[in-house]
């Protein structure tokens, strides 16, 4: 998936309906308006090259996106594995597994925000 594909004037989150910081995130878009199309992270993992697509839109790091507090990732001990695998190797280990991947991610498409902190969300997304 490209970023044309991604529905013009919505906001994708790919979110884990469990987790307190996505919920945050979902009420703070929808407070502003915005149309959302919400993809459960783990029913509908990105792929690698959704997620390829994803950390270009963002501007961060690979890294940024594993979700270093999470318990896959402890017991799958990549802290020490990561840096001995490439991006590709990297990208196909979080299409695997959604609960490796650091949420909530927004992607509208033009850019994209991983995580949430409410500054930043009200700066990107209702600003």
Request: glycine fraction near 6%.
């Given at each position: 998936m490209s970023a044309n594909t991604w529905q013009a004037g919505t906001i994708t989150v790919y979110q884990y309906p469990k987790c307190g910081t996505c919920r945050n995130a979902v009420k703070s878009l929808q407070a502003k308006g915005n149309k959302l199309e919400l993809k459960h992270i783990v029913e509908?993992?990105?792929?690698?090259?959704?997620?390829?697509?994803?950390?270009?839109?963002?501007?961060?790091?690979?890294?940024?996106?594993?979700?270093?507090?999470?318990?896959?990732?402890?017991?799958?001990?990549?802290?020490?594995?990561?840096?001995?695998?490439?991006?590709?190797?990297?990208?196909?280990?979080?299409?695997?597994?959604?609960?490796?991947?650091?949420?909530?991610?927004?992607?509208d498409g033009t850019k994209a925000t991983v995580g949430f902190k409410e500054e930043q969300y009200v700066q990107e997304w209702n600003g």
């Open positions: 509908e993992t990105p792929t690698a090259e959704q997620l390829k697509e994803l950390v270009k839109l963002s501007g961060l790091e690979l890294k940024k996106f594993f979700n270093t507090s999470g318990d896959v990732y402890r017991e799958l001990g990549l802290k020490d594995k990561l840096a001995s695998m490439n991006e590709d190797e990297q990208l196909a280990l979080l299409a695997s597994n959604g609960m490796l991947i650091k949420r909530p991610i927004a992607t």
